[in-house]
Structure formats: C-alpha cells, structure tokens
C-alpha cells in the first residue's frame, strides 16, 4: 500500500524487500540496493530495465539485477493494474487478500512461528499467528463497511491504519507504571507524572505552515459560508498546532523534559525551536544540559550500558589531566569485577593509550611499492593532510558507498572538460596561419555561448555524465554551471587577449602518454618517486628584447584560493610550484608566476543603485587571478597589457608612482626566492616520499586556523580521533607570510 501511495519510491521499495517475506537473498537485496543508490533508481525507474553503468565486464551482473527488479516489480503492477479496474472497497480488499496468497504469506509466517516455538520464543510466535489474523480481519471488516464504495488507494491506506491502530495485540495489560509514546497531534490528553517532549527544533516543533495551495485561506471561508466541506486552511492548522502545543506541555503533574537537537544526521546545526526560548524567558531558572557538551565531572548512572561509555570516556578525561569525583572508582570497580565487562574494560584501558603510529612493516612495503613510489600531487597533499587518511584511500583503497550524489569534485571536473574542449575547438578553427590569441580576440559572446552549448549537449550524451541529467534538480544545476562556464570564459579570453602570453596548452598531462614525461625525483637507496598528474594550462611569454622565455601555471579552482605560505611550507600546497619547476626544466623556459582563476558564479552586493558598468567592474575585480609572479614589471606587462600603473585587473599587481611593483599591495617574489621555491618544494616531495617508503601512517592530521583535516574527511568515523577515543595530537600548522616563509627555508 505505501508503495502505491508514494509512487513506488526508493525507501517504500527496500522496507517492503526488507520485511523477511521476499524471497530474494538478503546479499542481493544489498547488491540491488547498492545499485538504486548508485545510479537513484526511485520512482518510474523502478518498471524500466536498469541501462545505466552497463558494460563488457558487469554487462551479466546487470542482467541478473534486472531480473531481480522484474520479480519484485511485476506481482506490485500486475496487483495495481487489478485494483485499477475497480476501486471499490470489496474490490481492493479481495485483491490485496489475493495478493498474500499467491505471494504464499502465510506459509511463510506458519514456518517462521514454528521457528520460533522450537526456540522456545512463545510470546513473539503467538504475536506472528495474531498479527496475520488482525490483517484478514481489517480486510474483512473494509469489505463489509464500504463494500461498493469507490476509495481512492491513498485513503484505503489511511483506513488500514486505523484498522491496524484499533486492534492490539494480546499482551499483558500495563501496569501502572509505564511509558507510552505518541505524536503529539494524535496522543489522547491524559495526566502523567513526567512529560519528555522530543525534538523540539525550528520548523518541527511548532512545524511551519505549508503553502495554503490553490485555495486561499479567504476562499476556503467563502465555500464553508456555502456549506461545502473543505479541508482546513493554513489560520485553522495554526490554531491546531497551538493546541497541541499548550496540550503537550500541560499534561505532566510533576515534571516536563524538553530537547531538541543540535545537528542533523549530516552533522549540520540546527536551531532549538522558539518555544525553549520562550520558556527560558518564562523560567529564569532553568539549567539546560547536553549530551554532547557541558557534561560535568560526574557519570551518569542511567543503565549498565550508557554507564559504561561514560566510564570510558572518564577514562580518557583522566588521560588528559582531569580529575574524577569519588564515584568514579566505585563505578570503575564495579565494571572490573564483573564477569561480563572485565574483559571488554582492560581491552578498552589499552585502546585508550593507543595512537595511530604503527608502521607498514618493509615486507609489505617492498610488495606495494618495490623501489618506486607511482603517485601524484593530490596524494602527497593528501598524505600531508593526514598519513592515516592518505593509508585508508591509498593503501586499504577504502571507498565510500556510491550515492547519486552530485560532488564539488564533480562540477569542476565537469568545468574543466568544457573549458579544455573549447581552446581545443578554438584553436583547431580554420583561420589560416593565426594564434590562438588572435583566433580569441575576435570571438562574441554570443559565439562563446553557442560553442558552450554544444559542447554541455554533447557531453551529456556521454554515459560518464549520466548523473547531470538523472534529476530535474541536477538538469537545473547543469543550467547553473553553463552560466558560470560563459561568464567565466569571458574573462578568461580577456585576460589572454591582454597579454602577450600564449597559451600552450589546457589539461596537459605529466605522463607517459601525456605531452611530458612523468616528473621523477631520486632518493637514497635506489628508490625513485614519479609523479604524474595535469595541470589545468600552461601560457608561454616571449620577451623578443632580452630574448628571454616565461612561463606561467594556471589552475582552475571552483572555489577561492590562493598562495598560502603556510600551507606550502607545510607540504599542502605543492601543486602549482612543482608543475612550474617541471616545464622550467623541461623547456629551458623562466618562472614568470602560479596563478589561480576562480571559477564561481559572481553574485554582486550592493546598497545602493550601481550602473551596468559598475557591476561589470565588480565582477572583473571578483575573476582577477590570485597567486604568485615574479618581480619584474617588464612580465607584469607582458601579462597585462593595459597594466601601466596602480592596480592590474588580472593579476596580482600593482605599480607605484615610481613604476616599480610595489610589494605590498603585489603579490611578487623574485628570481632568486621562485629558484629557492622550487627546490623547497623539490625537497618537500623527497621528504613525503621517504616518509610514506618508511611505512609511517599515523593519525596526525593538520589543524590551522580551528580548522582541520577530519572536517571534510571520508574516514572520521572510522578512526576515532575526532570523538577523544585516542589521544588528540595534531598536526599544528602555523601562518606565515612570505618573508616568514624564506626566512624559514634559507
């Protein structure tokens, strides 16, 4: 019935595979489901074949899912194709009873009950044997009511439920002291001695009106005038809610309990409901505590289980200098001689004192790496970041659940291939013996928009992208990112129409069948680290006086970066400086600087009424490059030609009124600290390679400004640091400026 009433959705689906009666394997009710969350089956996907993910390899896996789809889907349509054909009462209840014969139900409940009578577990038997009576018994009794009547699927479900509410099954009636649970809308008023009311959050508790939907409140009083019935309107609802508000919160005599929540399942804030602040206004009083913070020096004693985490986590208090009240080691001895805790405690105590600095011993180190260590940029950062991390992705290659679920990673991979694809149409263009440059300077943006459309089409052909067309929110997105990508290339090709920079290439790769080689380092012993990877593009400058060739490194960033000193002296931001070393090298060519361009949609804040020109002022501001370039305001203009003093609006640049780049208000480092750069970061690479040759993986993530690596980490809740489980000890990293930063590395 639920599937029907919310048109055969994810979750409906997999409670009904779920319940034990299917007769599906429980592996392949996970492999199936693996599958839905993978590519969001949900919904009218469900009576389609699976097409998505098919290849050679899995081609047959597919298949047998598909069959398993059609076993579970086919009985579901062929029983709403019968109640279809007549939706009388008598005959939804005949179809819905016919439905649990041939799904032979009830031989599979007898079996489950003598299961459990040759178990010894009575009680639940008889609870099974009534349970599938009281369904034969609603049905009967739906029949019987309504009979001829024609219901709609929605509201038999509702009728059901009552059926299901009004019948209980045979238990021991409740003593007098006892809990009962109930929605707050639906609990009989009755006086108890304590009230807990839960989930006391903003827009749950009072829950926010729904739109009033086609019908007004005014004309819902216009038709009730006119004696028809309708449903209440948004003013009746709030007097509702009120009601049960003043109905929940009086009904305990001696105590009233009120929570709410502090985040949600994905670990984002929420707020407590108006209502604790009122309260709180009401009664000065009151002590708020929480579960997760503020809580005391004492130890709950709520049950054995709940005491015992408390203790535990007592325990690590104690590791960290805090001292325990005397009932601590009343607990503590009562844990210890008891046989069923003893050893679980002691295995606790050790873990407690453990920290993450095992090591991978050489055997294993030689079968993963042999004498040459295969990795790139992002996985040294990585590494950097946190060593444990860097050996749970890398080393274990634990991965998590794919969902259909639209990544940051995603859009800008996405941003990339179109942005790369249109220098490559660009530059492929037949225009005679023209540059690039010059190809870009006579192209509208009326132009740009029509090869960007072509180009998203065509790539949302691609089965690779399948997931940007999978929903209309994903379409919208799509939209979104078009827009972006437009905007974003407009000043792209501006800041390269501007200068007498070329560029050479975009998503140029360091590899073996890339336009450069892998980068290789050497270490002692024989062992090497190659690098491979691509950077999003390369421009080369020519100075024709002094006869000197420049280089400058362009990534693509979806979000706000720029050069920070202390991250690269910290081995988080290698990147763009070894990429830069690498084609320095290779070419013969002089570092003219590392730049980053920030692909993000340009929303404009304003107090007051700006002219077209302003805002367009304001957005160039906004894509002006951050990063690094060299000293030298010969290259500064060579990067931007409209540059002749003050500030550039490409990159990070600004001439003083002595015509020199001013190192304040620049972003600048000479030849000498770019050459001292580079072999830091040469050194750097050597050292994280040793480190990670050596076996070292312990759990040291960074922290810097109150932020730290286990905020975005896949892993936080396998390894326990975040929660006290072990000893907290990060890697602090300091902020350093520039001059810091040489200072440092001399």
Excluded: W
């Excluded at 839905?36 to 290849?55: E, L, Q, S």
């Excluded at 390894?719 to 602090?732: L, M, R, W």
């Amino acid at each position: 019935m639920e599937i029907f009433n919310k048109n055969y959705s994810y979750e409906s689906i997999f409670n009904y595979l779920k319940t034990g009666f299917i007769d599906i394997e429980k592996n392949d009710i996970f492999k199936l489901e693996k599958y839905c969350i993978k590519y969001g089956i949900k919904n009218k996907k469900f009576k389609k074949d699976f097409i998505y993910g098919i290849n050679e390899k899995n081609k047959d896996e597919i298949n047998y899912l598909n069959e398993l789809r059609k076993k579970i889907i086919e009985p579901l349509i062929i029983l709403k194709n019968q109640i279809d054909e007549d939706k009388t009462a008598k005959n939804i209840s005949k179809q819905f009873y016919l439905f649990l014969i041939n799904q032979n139900i009830e031989n599979k409940i007898n079996k489950k009950i003598n299961n459990l009578k040759e178990n010894n577990l009575l009680d639940l038997a008889k609870e099974y044997e009534e349970s599938y009576k009281i369904i034969i018994n609603i049905l009967d009794e739906i029949n019987l009511i309504f009979g001829e009547e024609k219901l709609t699927i929605d509201k038999f479900y509702q009728i059901f439920k009552i059926g299901l509410k009004s019948n209980g099954l045979g238990k021991i009636p409740g003593t007098q002291d006892q809990v009962i649970m109930g929605d707050v809308d639906r609990s009989r008023s009755r006086k108890t001695k304590a009230t807990f009311i839960i989930g006391l959050n903003d827009g749950i508790f009072p829950s926010i009106n729904k739109s009033e939907g086609f019908l007004d409140d005014e004309d819902r009083e216009n038709l009730k005038n006119e004696g028809i019935e309708i449903a209440k309107g948004t003013l009746e609802n709030l007097y509702d809610d009120n009601f049960n508000i003043y109905k929940a919160f009086t009904t305990a005599e001696e105590k009233l309990f009120l929570s709410y929540t502090s985040s949600d399942g994905e670990g984002k804030s929420l707020r407590p409901s108006n209502l604790i602040f009122r309260i709180k206004k009401i009664f000065n009083n009151l002590i708020e505590d929480s579960d997760i913070i503020n809580k005391g020096n004492n130890i709950e004693l709520i049950n054995e289980k709940i005491s015992y985490e408390n203790l535990i986590l007592k325990i690590n208090e104690i590791q960290n200098g805090i001292n325990p009240e005397k009932l601590f080691y009343i607990i503590f001895k009562y844990y210890q001689n008891n046989k069923k805790y003893n050893h679980l405690l002691n295995e606790n105590i050790k873990y407690i004192n453990f920290k993450y600095n095992e090591k991978i011993n050489e055997k294993n180190i030689k079968k993963l790496y042999r004498n040459n260590l295969n990795t790139s940029i992002s996985r040294l950062e990585k590494y950097k970041s946190c060593p444990y991390s860097y050996f749970l992705q890398y080393v274990l290659k634990l991965k998590e659940k794919e969902e259909l679920k639209i990544r940051s990673f995603d859009t800008g991979s996405f941003m990339h291939e179109v942005i790369d694809e249109f220098f490559e149409q660009i530059n492929n263009s037949k225009n005679g013996d023209e540059n690039l440059n010059s190809k870009l300077k006579n192209i509208s943006d009326e132009n740009i928009e029509k090869i960007i459309n072509k180009i998203i089409n065509e790539k949302l052909l691609n089965e690779n992208n399948y997931i940007f067309n999978a929903t209309e929110k994903y379409k919208l997105l799509v939209q979104r990112l078009k827009r972006i990508i437009i905007k974003s290339l407009k000043y792209i090709i501006q800041t390269l129409v501007q200068s007498d920079f070329n560029l050479e290439g975009t998503e140029i790769e360091f590899s073996e069948k890339g336009k450069y080689k892998p980068i290789v380092l050497n270490l002692e012993n024989g062992k090497t680290v190659e690098i491979t990877g691509k950077i999003d593009r390369i421009d080369i400058g020519k100075d024709e006086d002094e006869n000197k060739n420049y280089v400058r490194i362009i990534d693509y960033k979806s979000s706000v970066k720029n050069i920070d000193f202390g991250n690269v002296y910290a081995g988080l931001q290698l990147q763009l400086i070894t990429y830069l070393d690498a084609v320095c090298k290779i070419e013969d060519l002089l570092p003219a600087g590392i730049l980053y361009f920030n692909l993000l949609e340009q929303i404009i804040n304003s107090d007051k009424k700006i002219s077209e020109e302003e805002i367009e002022q304001k957005i160039k501001n906004n894509f002006k490059m951050k990063g690094l370039i060299l000293a030298d305001v010969k290259v500064a203009k060579m990067q931007d030609k409209n540059l002749e003093n003050g500030n550039s609006e490409i990159i990070p640049a600004y001439i003083d009124k002595t015509g020199t780049l001013s190192p304040k208000k620049s972003s600048i480092a000479s030849d000498e600290e770019f050459n001292k750069l580079q072999k830091y970061i040469n050194k750097t690479i050597k050292q994280i390679a040793k480190e990670i040759f050596s076996g070292n993986m312990e759990l040291k993530p960074y922290y810097k400004n109150k932020k730290t690596a286990c905020e975005y980490c896949s892993y936080k809740n396998m390894c326990g640091f975040n929660s006290g489980i072990i000893k907290k000890e990060y890697n602090f990293i300091n902020k350093l400026n520039k001059d810091e930063f040489f200072e440092k590395i001399k």
